[in-house]
């Protein structure tokens, strides 16, 4: 891992570790997983979002005021609103992204969870995402939160990610696979 990226991961660390202990101190980790859901929809829906807390031209008033305003109109706790007006204050709100993983893992973590990042062609139905959960549990061990995401390149079949194992079933790789093949032979 390059430095800066180690350094960005380690802020979002403490920042996560700090919101955590709030609110499991609080009794409130249901209301935090629906902030981070929150916040995480936020950030993959809204360039401007991204740009907002990528960008450093704005004056730190101006980032406290904008997240602030954002986090009253998602309806977010007060304890991770004033988090994120401390982390504008003190220009950190780049690091939002790694704090929501932080965020996830942990409360995966205390809930006995694990997370399974799922690429799919095709938006996955309901029944069909269950189904998938229900056989990563029996593989893994634990009940098991499906993140999935739509990526039409794959062409059909699924790239499965749980922890450091990742299983690729879609027809892209099948296809790269073959052409390796045929280069090989040729």
């Known amino acids: 891992m390059s430095e800066p990226a180690s350094?960005?991961?380690?802020?979002?660390?403490?920042?996560?570790?700090?919101v955590f202990a709030l609110a499991k101190d609080d009794k409130a980790l249901d209301v935090?997983?629906?902030?981070?859901?929150?916040?995480?929809?936020?950030l993959k829906d809204s360039a401007e979002f991204r740009?907002?807390?990528?960008?450093?031209?704005?004056?730190?008033e101006t980032l406290?005021?904008?997240?602030?305003?954002?986090?009253?109109k998602a309806g977010l706790s007060t304890?991770?609103?004033?988090?994120?007006g401390l982390m504008a204050d003190k220009r950190r709100l780049f690091v939002l992204p790694q704090m929501v993983a932080h965020l996830r893992e942990r409360i995966a973590t205390e809930k006995g969870e694990v997370s399974a990042d799922v690429i799919s062609a095709k938006a996955l139905t309901k029944a069909?995402?269950?189904?998938?959960?229900?056989?990563?549990?029996?593989?893994?061990?634990?009940?098991?939160?499906?993140?999935?995401?739509?990526?039409?390149?794959?062409?059909?079949?699924?790239?499965?990610?749980v922890g450091s194992k990742m299983i690729d079933t879609s027809i892209r790789s099948k296809l790269a696979k073959l052409q390796n093949a045929m280069k090989e032979v040729g």
Do not use: F, H, M, W
């Not at 935090?32 to 936020?42: F, H, I, M, N």
């Open 64 to 72: 406290k005021s904008a997240v602030t305003a954002i986090a009253d």
């Open 79 to 84: 304890t991770l609103k004033n988090t994120l």
């Open 7 to 18: 350094i960005s991961t380690g802020i979002a660390d403490r920042y996560a570790t700090a």
């Open 32 to 42: 935090l997983e629906t902030d981070v859901d929150t916040l995480d929809s936020a």
């Open 128 to 161: 069909q995402s269950d189904k998938l959960a229900a056989t990563l549990k029996k593989s893994v061990g634990k009940d098991v939160k499906i993140n999935t995401t739509v990526d039409e390149t794959l062409i059909g079949g699924l790239v499965v990610k």
């Open 51 to 60: 740009d907002l807390i990528a960008s450093p031209i704005y004056s730190r």
